[in-house]
Each structure stands twice: as C-alpha cells, then as structure tokens.
C-alpha cells in the first residue's frame, strides 16, 4: 500500500512546491498591500493601535513607502491625542518624522503636506508659546502647499481654518514672543479667513464631525452664538462614522454647546 501512494505523493510535490512560489514573500510588494489594506480597515474601526501596528509592519518591509509613511503619520498623531506625557511626545514626534518622510518620498502629492502640516500643528499644541509660534508659518506652509496640490484636501483646508484663528486670537503677550522669534506675527491671518477655511473643508466633506466642532468653535470666539450653535449641533448629530475620533470631537460639542448663552 505505501508503494502504491508513493507515486500520488510524488505527483503532488510539484504542485506543492508551486503554490509556494505564489505565496507572498515576508516583506514583499503583496504582503507590504495586505499591511496597509489591513491598517485601513482597522483604522475605519477606530482600532487606532492594530492599525499602528499593521502600518510598522509595512514600514520594517518597505521604509520609504509613501502609503505607509503618511498612514503612519495619521495614525501616530491621533493616537497622540490619547496619551500623556513622554509617550504622547514620542508618538507625535514620529507623526511628524513620518509626514516628512512622505513630503521626500512624493513631494508633489497634497497627502503627505497636508498631513506634515496637521502633525505639526498637534505637535505645536503640546509646546509653549515660543516654540508653537516658531512652527506657525510652517504649518501655514505646508497646508497652503497641500491645497495648492489638490484643492479638494478637506483637512488641508480645515488646518488652514485652526491656523487663522489661532494666529488671529494671539494674546498681547503672545504677539510680543512673535515679534521677538518670528520678527512679527505672520501676516493675513482673520477670524473671518478661518470661517470660510472651515466651510470650504465642510462644502469638501460635509458628514465630517471635526469641522462642523471648528467652525462651531470658531463662531463661539466670534460671539456669533446663533451660527456656532447650529455647527455645534450638527457636530452632535452626526454619524460618529467620519474619524475614530468622533466620540470625542461630540463630546466636545455637547460640552460647548452647553456654555453657549441661553436664548
């Protein structure tokens, strides 16, 4: 009987050793897909770790992949958001050594500035006045250059309508560190100019919880209580579907929207 198998045995080796030879190769161009498909897929979830970790996987098979890079660099400043101390430092500074990386690996892509533009401007929220005021006009760069490369990036829009109001609500003391790190505080920058950023990302991507949170945010700082009351209130209602980070931004609005006058 084991004479009789050997010759069905031996007709399979080949075939055996053939689908082999299809198999993805660690570290090739189709396991480097699978990675990114599954960050995306898990990043959809708002499984902002697992998605991490698919993306570092991709990036050890193939460094200089710009997928991954400005993947990564969503990923690591969102999940700056929820950390503290060193551990938050540590993750925001990889986004934006990520983003840069991306900006070199395809500098005519609106992507990687865009997202270059939105790591650093988290990473400026984390330092002192100085510092942050130091980072403005790269920040203001790097959206401005994403915008130029594709009109439609919402979140290049939406970093242009935060860098306007923060520019634009700069405290005396504030616009004195200005002048003395920047020579001045960056020219252009209005409350008005941040309303029509946010409405221009809100026209691109109007089921977005974040922008319609800013602009409600924004109108709140311009005591136009009607108008960030409405924003604040779609921000609530809406699906929490547009960013893992959804609950929060909603939360967010609630609370806003109960500080807002009455009436």
């Not at 939406?158 to 520019?167: C, F, P, Q, S, Y």
């Not at 004195?176 to 960056?186: E, K, Y």
Request: overall charge positive; hydrophobic content about 45%.
């Amino acid at each position: 009987m084991t004479f009789l198998c050997a010759p069905r045995a031996s007709r399979a080796l080949p075939i055996l050793a053939l689908l082999a030879l299809l198999a993805p190769v660690p570290g090739s161009a189709a396991t480097v897909a699978d990675d990114l498909a599954a960050g995306d897929a898990a990043y959809a979830r708002g499984a902002l770790a697992e998605a991490h970790t698919h993306l570092l996987t991709a990036l050890a098979a193939e460094p200089g992949r710009f997928g991954t890079l400005w993947r990564l660099a969503r990923v690591e400043s969102e999940l700056g958001e929820d950390q503290k101390g060193e551990a938050q430092r540590r993750l925001v500074s990889d986004a934006v050594t990520r983003a840069r990386g991306a900006v070199k690996a395809a500098p005519d892509s609106s992507a990687g500035h865009a997202w270059l533009a939105i790591a650093l401007g988290r990473q400026a929220l984390k330092e002192g006045p100085r510092a942050r005021l130091a980072l403005s006009r790269e920040i203001k760069s790097e959206a401005d250059r994403a915008v130029e490369l594709d009109p439609s990036n919402a979140r290049a829009w939406h970093v242009l309508g935060a860098w306007n109001r923060k520019i634009a609500g700069l405290s005396a003391i504030e616009r004195m560190a200005a002048n003395a790190v920047l020579g001045g505080v960056p020219r252009g920058a209005s409350m008005d100019n941040a309303v029509r950023n946010f409405e221009k990302a809100i026209e691109l991507e109007p089921h977005y919880v974040n922008h319609h949170l800013e602009l409600g945010r924004t109108f709140r700082e311009m005591k136009r209580w009607g108008e960030a009351r409405r924003e604040l209130e779609k921000a609530a209602a809406l699906p929490p579907t547009s960013n893992p980070r959804d609950p929060v931004y909603q939360q967010e609005a609630r609370e806003l929207l109960a500080k807002l006058p009455k009436g």
